[in-house]
């Protein structure tokens, strides 16, 4: 069982940005496709955002212009860059494999946009 940690949630007005980090272990970093996840109260959760190991990303249609994904390499980390945050955006977030797929969630960490 592969243990992710997410960090760099918080508090932020609309229009804001926020920059979730996400360790990787090395062992899996450049073989698989990594994902950043989120759950709002009430809702499924879903996928936001993913980058395979050569970096090619797509995003769901709801953050497309405003979340940006992006790996290191060296330090075996996964990035979600928000940029002009909404309210609709509060959630937790969470990174994870998207293939292969996990059943294993961490604790995430929490976005909220609000005024």
């Known amino acids: 069982q592969v243990q992710l940690v997410e960090s760099g949630g918080g508090l932020v007005q609309p229009g804001g940005s926020l920059r979730l980090a996400c360790a990787v272990p090395?062992?899996?970093?450049?073989?698989?496709?990594m994902g950043w996840y989120r759950q709002a109260p009430g809702k499924e959760r879903e996928l936001v955002a993913s980058i395979n190991n050569i970096g090619l990303t797509n995003y769901a249609d709801s953050v497309k212009g405003r979340f940006t994904i992006s790996r290191d390499n060296a330090k075996k980390t996964v990035y979600l860059q928000m940029n002009s945050l909404k309210p609709e955006d509060t959630a937790v977030y969470y990174c994870?494999?998207?293939?292969?797929?996990?059943?294993?969630w961490g604790q995430g960490t929490q976005v909220t946009v609000s005024s």
């Open positions: 994870n494999t998207v293939v292969p797929r996990s059943t294993t």
């Open positions: 090395g062992s899996i970093f450049s073989i698989v496709i």
